[in-house]
């Protein structure tokens, strides 16, 4: 059974730091693109960061740039998202996605995935 797990989520003061992983289990994930995104009750489902199946594509949201960073470990099977300078309107429940990729691909399109984990909740308040 293909499973995407996330983890690293938790409370951070604005200005804060964390580390999201998004573990699979049952399929290897060097073979899919992923992607990261994050959901408010409410409102729409927001594209943060996605990499390419080989890490040589990687894209961020205008307001992720230069905060965020996307990375993966083929050797653990995982893929992280580090964020740095958290700000209180980030807010949310962090999700990763899975798509099998035949190229080198890197969707920011919530649509375009497969296999999404349950979420982990990020609170970022002082």
């Known amino acids: 059974q293909l499973q995407l797990v996330e983890s690293g989520g938790g409370l951070v003061q604005p200005g804060g730091s964390l580390r999201l992983s998004c573990a699979a289990s049952?399929?290897?994930?060097?073979?899919?693109?992923i992607g990261w995104f994050r959901q408010v009750p409410g409102k729409e489902r927001e594209g943060v960061s996605c990499?390419?199946?080989?890490?040589?594509?990687?894209k961020y949201s205008v307001t992720a740039r230069g905060r965020f960073t996307i990375s993966r470990d083929s050797s653990k099977n995982t893929v992280y998202l580090q964020m740095d300078s958290l700000k209180h309107d980030e807010t949310a429940v962090y999700h990763c996605?899975?798509?099998?990729?035949?190229?080198?691909?890197?969707?920011?399109?919530?649509?375009?995935?497969?296999?999404w984990g349950q979420g982990t909740q990020v609170t970022v308040s002082s």
């Open positions: 049952g399929f290897t994930l060097d073979y899919y693109a």
């Open positions: 990499i390419s199946s080989s890490g040589v594509i990687t």
């Open positions: 996605a899975a798509v099998k990729a035949d190229g080198e691909i890197a969707p920011m399109q919530s649509e375009a995935y497969e296999y």
